[in-house]
Nanobody, 114 residues
Framework: QVRLVESGGGVVQSGGSLRLSCTAF????????MAWYRQYPGKERHLLAY????????SHPDSEKGRVTISRDNAKNTMYLQIAPLTTEDTAVYYC???????WGQGTQVTVSS
């Protein structure tokens, strides 16, 4: 079955770090560009970062550069998102997405406590 499964969310302390994982099933992960999105309650999802099939990277928006790191391991069919240091403003649901054709994961909740 073609799907994306996120993991690594939970409750973490402000100032700490977090690594989210997104594992792909049922398609040729190494051929696809991927992305991480963040969604605040009542808001639309917005792009955090995307990564090309071979690992070329862009982070978006500029305010997240240096704090958000996207990476991938094609041998493990897995993409990662590391955030450090965490702030309470990182509390949100995080989704991974295959860019084309569009495929979304189910999302993983991150709650940062002060």
């Amino acid at each position: 079955q073609v799907r994306l499964v996120e993991s690594g969310g939970g409750v973490v302390q402000s100032g700490g770090s977090l690594r989210l994982s997104c594992t792909a099933f049922g398609f040729n992960f190494s051929s696809d560009s991927m992305a991480w999105y963040r969604q605040y309650p009542g808001k639309e999802r917005h792009l955090l970062a995307y990564i090309g099939p071979k690992g070329t990277v862009a982070s978006h928006p500029d305010s997240e550069k240096g704090r958000v790191t996207i990476s991938r391991d094609n041998a493990k069919n897995t993409m990662y998102l590391q955030i450090a240091p965490l702030t309470t403003e990182d509390t949100a649901v995080y989704y991974c997405r295959r860019l084309d054709p569009v495929l979304w994961g189910q999302g993983t909740q991150v709650t940062v406590s002060s």
